[in-house]
Antibody, heavy 122, light 107 residues
């Protein structure tokens, strides 16, 4: 049974960087079958897929076009976790952020983190 | 980018009623359509994968159908615990996308 545990600050100032981490138990971030995703949810945007990372002999990264210029995912094999970094945040980035596992690049999300409310405010 | 449109946005239903939620894709996505249930302050949970396959442990009253652009989630004999928001999700192409959600309220 895969479990995902999120951590990170709940308050970020405008123009700064949002950083969240998703720790994995029951699977490996460098699994050759899984894909590791970030999704966010806000009243204005609903559920929004931010992107994914996965390992298939090398690391791959797919980012949502709307986020591509300021988003980075970092897998950490030593700690079995992956992280999200979102630069130059604005109040529009205020949302609940989720990490999620997919059992394949084109698969559904079978495990989710608990969600982290991130508020962008000075 | 594929847009998923759900209907209705909101429905008030009585226990034991049959509920149908639809999800229409802006272009064909085969069977790469999944359904989730989300209750307040919880993460979404998968109910139906690949349009019609029930996820392990999901009650049999939940079923899905469809392919191409038109999909349906059916809840037979609704129970009070089914009060939640339901989302469809496509994994046919990037960027992945979700429907706007359908909120079910129990009368």
């Amino acid at each position: 049974q895969v479990q995902l545990q999120q951590s990170g600050p709940g308050l970020v100032k405008p123009s700064q960087t949002l950083s969240l981490t998703c720790a994995i138990s029951g699977d490996s971030v460098s699994s050759n079958s899984a894909a590791w995703n970030w999704i966010r949810q806000s009243p204005s945007r609903g559920l929004e897929w931010l992107g994914r990372t996965y390992y298939r002999s090398k690391w791959y990264y797919d980012y949502a076009p709307s986020m591509k210029s300021r988003i980075t995912f970092n897998p950490d094999t030593s700690r079995n976790q992956f992280s999200l970094q979102l630069d130059s945040v604005t109040p529009e980035d205020t949302a609940v952020y989720f990490c999620a596992r997919a059992d394949g690049r084109w698969a559904y999300f079978d495990s989710w983190g608990q969600g982290t409310l991130v508020t962008v405010s000075s | 980018e594929i847009v998923l449109t759900q209907s209705p946005d909101f429905q008030a239903v009585t226990p034991k009623e049959k509920v149908t939620i639809t999800c229409r894709a802006s272009q064909s996505i085969g069977s790469s359509l999944h359904w989730y249930q989300q209750k307040p302050d919880q993460s979404p949970k998968v109910l139906i994968k690949y349009a019609s396959q029930s996820f392990s442990g999901v009650p049999s009253r939940f079923s899905g159908s469809g392919s191409g652009t038109d999909f349906t989630l059916t809840i037979n004999s609704l129970e009070a615990e089914d009060a939640a928001t339901y989302y469809c999700h496509q994994t046919n192409s990037l960027p992945q996308s979700f429907g706007q959600g359908t909120k079910l309220e129990i009368k």
